[in-house]
């Protein structure tokens, strides 16, 4: 038998401000986290929108930190960034602003670095076309435009 922990709606409310101001936080994190102290939907919302009021929560800057923190640290790029803020139910206005927030300069430096680093592990390879889908491959699956990318492995 599962065993649930419920809260009076102010213990769910101080619980819930921790909660947030541990780390940024977005909507849908907190919510779940809502019902898991046995809230019902009306009171989640409700103590949702205190916490919105409060500053506790703000999906803007849960955006704008959480896409500066995978690209600084997970050297993502806008694709997945973008991809994985829709997945949290993030609203299109909060993705774009976090999404211009990245610096060009230093998208264009990250991706000539990872572009580079993948470079040095395929020196073995002698067919170049093999090399280009690797490489092309690689920076894909980290999230960066398929523009950037072509453009990058076309100089080789």
Known sequence: MECKQYFTKEQALQKAKQYCAYQERCHSEVKEKLYTFGLYKKEAEELLSQLIEENYLNEER?????????????????????????????????????????????????????????LTTLKAEKNVFIKKRKLQDHLLQKGFETD???????KI
């Open 62 to 118: 849960f955006a704008i930190q959480f896409a500066g923190g995978r690209f600084r640290i997970k050297h993502w790029g806008r694709v997945k960034i973008k991809y994985e803020l829709k997945q949290k139910q993030v609203s299109e206005y909060c993705i774009k602003k976090a999404l211009a927030a990245i610096d060009q300069t230093d998208y264009i430096k990250q991706l000539q670095k990872l572009f580079d680093q993948k």
């Open 148 to 154: 950037l990318v072509r453009a990058l492995i076309n």
